[in-house]
T-cell receptor
Framework: DAKTTQPNSMESNEEEPVHLPCNHS???????IHWYRQLPSQGPEYVIH???SNVNNRMASLAIAEDRKSSTLILHRATLRDAAVYYC???????????FGAGTTVTVRA | GAVVSQHPSRVICKSGTSVKIECRSL??????MFWYRQFPKKSLMLMAT?????????EQGVEKDKFLINHASLTLSTLTVTSAHPEDSSFYIC????????????FGPGTRLTVL
């Protein structure tokens, strides 16, 4: 499986943007970039996914580098409810399995 | 969004007993369900993939006789931890994929298993 690298932790102030980087230098042409987040003591929650183009949804934006070797999840205005572990995952287009790495723990200060 | 439930949310059992955990898709049909295990402060580890009506596919290192998975209907999958021991204590999480949902998996809230 292709691997991703994320910072262990990031801190943000409430109502400020959060930029979460993810490196995936060994990404293949059939890999989709997925982001999930996990709040304490809960199952993960889908955030966003993309292949080549930048993507926006109600939760976040995903900016994908032109060479696809890195991506950035953007939370536009962090709230206390956004405090979670954020996972950047590469999913092969040929199957549906998700391989979770260590993720980035996001802390939001009031 | 689609909802996945798990039952029970917490279970405490004695060593040597078997425990069954249910995973249900409440408002959609799940052609594929996945089972994960998560130890404290660690990431999720995929245990197995199950497709409705088929035998589960287990990840390397996961004992299929220890962790019995049944996916008898499009809305229900069960994980049975047989002859549980303290090292099986963990957070077990299922996820489900709807046939028409190509990219998104919906996760259950998890089941906390403690084996005494």
């Amino acid at each position: 499986d292709a691997k991703t690298t994320q910072p262990n932790s990031m801190e943000s102030n409430e109502e400020e943007p959060v930029h979460l980087p993810c490196n995936h230098s060994t990404i293949s042409g059939t890999d989709y970039i997925h982001w999930y987040r996990q709040l304490p003591s809960q199952g993960p929650e889908y955030v966003i996914h993309g292949l080549t183009s930048n993507v926006n949804n109600r939760m976040a934006s995903l900016a994908i580098a032109e060479d696809r070797k890195s991506s950035t999840l953007i939370l536009h205005r962090a709230t206390l409810r956004d405090a979670a572990v954020y996972y950047c995952i590469l999913r092969d287009d040929r199957d549906y399995k998700l391989s979770f790495g260590a993720g980035t723990t996001v802390t939001v200060r009031a | 969004g689609a909802v996945v439930s798990q039952h029970p949310s917490r279970v405490i059992c004695k060593s040597g007993t078997s425990v069954k955990i249910e995973c249900r898709s409440l408002d959609f049909q799940a052609t594929t369900m996945f089972w994960y295990r998560q130890f404290p402060k660690k990431s999720l580890m995929l245990m197995a993939t199950s497709n409705e009506g088929s035998k589960a596919t287990y990840e390397q290192g996961v004992e299929k006789d220890k962790f019995l998975i049944n996916h008898a209907s499009l809305t229900l999958s069960t994980l049975t931890v047989t002859s549980a021991h303290p090292e099986d204590s963990s957070f077990y999480i299922c996820s489900a994929r709807e046939f028409s949902s190509y990219n998104e998996q919906f996760f259950g809230p998890g089941t906390r298993l403690t084996v005494l």
